[in-house]
C-alpha cells in the first residue's frame, strides 16, 4: 500500500533562510500531492496542491516541487519568518475512482528569529 | 456556517460509554473525511464519504466505531464502549469532492476517555 513519509519530525532555521520539507511517497505516483500548515490545537489549513504532471508550483513565498523519479515533493519557503513556525503536512491524492486523502505524520518548523 | 463545524470541542467520557461527534460540512462538499490524531502524532485516516456513501471505511481501527452521513451534509462519528485508547482528537474535513480541490478541516473535537 501506499506510504507517505516525511523524513524529518523537526526542523529548526533560522529566519531570513530557505526552509525546505521532504516528502516521499513509496509506490504509485500520486495524481497530486497537497501540502497542509498546522499550528497547535488547530485543523490543519491548505497551501498548495501540485499535480503529478507540473514540476513546481508558486504562491508568495512558497514554493512546491513534485518528482516522480524520486518519488518525492519538495515544499520550500524563502525569507522564513518566526511566524512560519508550526507543523507542515504532505497528503496525497490517488486517482482510484475515490477521493481518499492520506497524510503524512508532519515536519514541525521552528524559525529561529 | 462559512467553515466546516465540530461539535462538541471537547468531550471527557468515562471507559465503556458510548459517545458520538457531529460534523457539519461546508455546504455543496461532496466530500467528507474523518481522521484520528493522537497528541503529536500525524493524521490517522478513519473514513470517507462521497456523497452519503463511504467507499473507503478502512481506517476505522474496530467494529467499535462507525460513522453515517445524511442529506449529502451531516456526518456523526460513533464509539461505542470507549477505551482509554481512544483519547485523541478527531478531525472532519470537506471538500468539493473532485480531484484536485483542497481540504477544509474543523477545529475537531479533542475526546478523553477516563
Known amino acids: 500500500s501506499q506510504k507517505i513519509e516525511q523524513n524529518s519530525e523537526a526542523l529548526n532555521i533560522q529566519e531570513g533562510k530557505t526552509a525546505t520539507l521532504t516528502c516521499n511517497y513509496t509506490n504509485y505516483s500520486p495524481a497530486y500531492l497537497q501540502w497542509y500548515r498546522q499550528d497547535p490545537g488547530r485543523g490543519p489549513v491548505f497551501l498548495l496542491l501540485?499535480?503529478?504532471?507540473?514540476k513546481e508550483k508558486r504562491k508568495e513565498r512558497l514554493k512546491v516541487t513534485f518528482d516522480t523519479t524520486l518519488k518525492q515533493s519538495l515544499f520550500h519557503i524563502t525569507a522564513s519568518q518566526p511566524a512560519d513556525s508550526a507543523t507542515y503536512l504532505c497528503a496525497e491524492g490517488s486517482n482510484f475512482g475515490n477521493e481518499k486523502l492520506t497524510f503524512g505524520t508532519g515536519t514541525r518548523l521552528t524559525i529561529i528569529p | 456556517g462559512a467553515g466546516v463545524s465540530q461539535s462538541p470541542s471537547n468531550k471527557v467520557t468515562e471507559k465503556g460509554k458510548d459517545v458520538e461527534l457531529r460534523c457539519d460540512p461546508i455546504s455543496g462538499h461532496t466530500a467528507l473525511y474523518w481522521y484520528r490524531q493522537r497528541l503529536g502524532q500525524g493524521l490517522e485516516f478513519l473514513i470517507y464519504f462521497q456523497g452519503n456513501s463511504a467507499p473507503d471505511k478502512s481506517g476505522l481501527p474496530s467494529d467499535r466505531f462507525s460513522a453515517e452521513r445524511t442529506g449529502e451534509s451531516v456526518s456523526t462519528l460513533t464509539i461505542q464502549r470507549t477505551q482509554q485508547e481512544d483519547s485523541a482528537v478527531y478531525l472532519c474535513a470537506s471538500s468539493l469532492g473532485s480531484l484536485n480541490t483542497e481540504a477544509f478541516f474543523g477545529q475537531g473535537t479533542r475526546l478523553t476517555v477516563v
Open positions: 501540485i499535480r503529478e504532471n507540473e
